[in-house]
């Protein structure tokens, strides 16, 4: 019997410890990541609600404008992931902005919002069919490119932009 209850009690850790949806380096608030895409240093915050259910969360991205930072979003849409229970996902553009084919920057930010999403399958649960985008000014115009290029959100909102 000794055996059999170690190794059990062995089996359970493991799997507990392998569970890709713990969210252990996640707390409820604003947390800050950086993640590798395409051997570039990439970074976005990631704001989650002071109460998680176990249902799978929608997930709005907000992409800020040219020169801007993605600081502004925390403030801006903290009352909407808190009443909501949604996750906030805020990602910094390289030097303040986004590859929107219009000579910004040249970043592969299409490939950033797809790793985006694969890290957050592993650190939480969301929800793939309510992943929503909202873009202000050079931001809107990556969402624009986003319809082209990537098939990751359900609907976007534009805030001060040109049609490309």
Not at 63 to 89: C, E, K, M
Not at 140 to 152: F, G, N, P, T, Y
Request: proline content about 4%.
């Amino acid at each position: 019997m000794g055996m059999k209850f170690f190794l059990t009690t062995i089996t359970f850790c493991l799997i507990l410890s392998c569970d890709k949806k713990s969210g252990q380096d996640l707390t409820p608030g604003v947390n800050s990541v950086s993640i590798d895409v395409g051997g570039l240093k990439r970074k976005f915050l990631v704001q989650l609600p002071d109460v998680t259910g176990d249902t799978p969360a929608p997930v709005v991205f907000a992409f800020h404008g040219g020169q801007g930072t993605n600081s502004i979003y925390p403030d801006a849409l903290g009352g909407l992931i808190n009443d909501r229970h949604w996750i906030g996902v805020y990602p910094q553009g390289i030097n303040g902005f986004w590859n929107s084919d219009i000579g910004t920057s040249t970043a592969n930010d299409t490939g950033f919002v797809r790793e985006i999403v694969r890290w957050l399958d592993k650190h939480t649960s969301i929800n793939h069919q309510r992943i929503y985008a909202l873009g202000f000014s050079n931001g809107a115009i990556l969402c624009h490119k986003m319809v082209r290029e990537s098939d990751v959100f359900a609907s976007f909102s534009l805030v001060s932009s040109n049609f490309f």
